[in-house]
């Protein structure tokens, strides 16, 4: 099957999973070239959260693709995902790569089923899966033991198992086969959606202090001050439609057109219509940065079939 075609199916199987969990969603097609493009298709749902999706017929994730989806997902609330076919993808394991979480369409498919499937994460060179600190209490009580004579049993620290009672945890596979030899198989579950959202988010923080180069400074300050906002807040994303993304007291979408001067006047039209795909999922608000006034006129000229408010154009 050649790469078109690969592509093609995966996107149908992303398609059908999204319609299925009704997931609100669209298919973000900027750059038009795709093998240029950071992000697929940005996906919200009110009981899943946000997904920022970069669909792939190869393993590889690009560093800058990467710093793509997490930043937009930083700031969008979402969880970055790669979706990819190939054989070394196997099914039902989440491998976390350069930050964000690499699967096979099978595995994404298994993650909304609402089926008993044992999904594993796959990072720092090891397999982990979930205690359900809810069935380690029960169970726990039930067969008698105290936190100390099951961490004699087990040969796992007291505060270990106190923390998987509490709270749950990540587990290798290795400590997973022991709490299961003494609790059963219920105390462990698979690695959900929630918990790579929670995950992400957990780490999200530290992701983004990674983001500042000398470079920005000077756009990120002009920014800063048309925006009223934290420079820290400000996200530049490099291979989609948005230019900014700003996350404050409202999120922004952002095209700064005194940047992206490689686009001509047909292209920053259809850069901003994919910035409105953003907006209808997320409902961030879009925002034109523009210093030609006669740029901004042709701007809103081409957009004239546009809601008003839906776009604002900004001159500097």
């Known amino acids: 099957m050649g790469s078109k075609e690969v592509l093609k199916k995966l996107y149908e199987g992303v398609n059908k999973v999204l319609e299925r969990v009704s997931f609100r969603y669209e298919v973000i097609n900027f750059p038009v070239k795709y093998r240029e493009r950071s992000i697929d298709i940005v996906a919200s749902s009110d009981e899943h959260g946000t997904l920022i999706i970069r669909v792939k017929d190869l393993m590889h994730v690009n560093k800058n693709e990467a710093q793509d989806l997490i930043k937009s997902s930083i700031a969008l609330n979402a969880v970055p995902l790669i979706i990819s076919e190939t054989p070394d993808v196997y099914e039902n394991i989440v ?7 690499l699967l096979s369409l099978k595995t994404f498919q298994n993650m909304y089923s609402g089926r008993d499937e044992l999904i594993a994460l796959y990072k720092r060179g090891e397999l982990f899966v979930k205690v359900d600190s809810e069935v380690f209490s029960r169970r726990r009580t039930e067969l008698k033991h105290t936190l100390t004579s099951l961490s004699s049993l087990l040969n796992i620290s007291r505060k270990t198992l106190e923390t998987y009672e509490k709270r749950g945890g990540n587990v290798t596979i290795e400590t997973a086969e022991k709490l299961a030899s003494v609790l059963g198989d219920e105390v462990i579950r698979p690695i959900s959606a929630k918990d790579l959202r929670e995950e992400f988010a957990s780490k999200s923080i530290k992701e983004a202090q990674g983001f500042v180069s ?11 001050e048309l925006f009223d906002v934290d420079e820290s807040k400000i996200y530049e994303i490099r291979r989609s439609a948005p230019d900014y993304i700003i996350k404050d007291r409202e999120t922004l979408i952002t095209v700064d057109t005194t940047r992206s001067r490689r686009y001509g006047m047909k292209e920053m039209v259809v850069k901003i219509g994919e910035c409105l795909k953003f907006s209808k999922v997320t409902d961030a608000d879009v925002r034109v940065v523009t210093d030609d006034p006669e740029k901004a006129r042709m701007i809103r000229d081409s957009l004239s079939t546009v809601e008003k408010g839906e776009v604002k154009i900004i001159k500097v």
């Open 214 to 224: 000398e470079d920005l400074i000077r756009v990120k300050t002009n920014l800063k």
């Open 95 to 101: 491998i976390e790569k350069e930050g964000v979480y």
